[in-house]
């Protein structure tokens, strides 16, 4: 079984930054799809960012021009740096992974931005 785990979140003064880590183990490929979800009280979990195992990148629009996803494939981790931070991207952000038939999730860290 895979597993991912998260480190990087915390508290940051609005327009801060912050580095998110999410490092995965197991039976894992060097070329698995994977990207970050958050999730806010009341609200859906929605995609932030994604990378494929080719390297292609997207975004969402609330951060684009603001966060960065890359992936160290030697350590099967991926991060996303999150600068100018609003008080909307407070949340539970959640890396997750990508296999063929089956989507590993990590435990979640949060994320709170403010004054």
């Known amino acids: 079984q895979v597993q991912l785990v998260e480190s990087g979140g915390g508290l940051v003064q609005l327009g801060g930054s912050l580095r998110l880590s999410c490092a995965a183990s197991?039976?894992?490929?060097?070329?698995?799809?994977m990207g970050w979800y958050r999730q806010a009280p009341g609200k859906e979990r929605e995609l932030v960012a994604t990378?494929?195992?080719?390297?292609?990148?997207d975004y969402a629009d609330s951060v684009k021009g603001r966060f960065t996803v890359s992936r160290d494939s030697a350590k099967n981790t991926v991060y996303l740096q999150m600068n100018s931070l609003k008080p909307e991207d407070t949340a539970v952000y959640y890396c997750?992974?990508?296999?063929?038939?089956?989507?590993?999730w990590g435990q979640g860290t949060q994320v709170t931005a403010s004054s």
């Open positions: 997750y992974l990508d296999t063929p038939f089956h989507r590993y």
């Open positions: 197991g039976s894992v490929l060097s070329r698995n799809d």
């Open positions: 990378i494929t195992g080719g390297g292609r990148i």
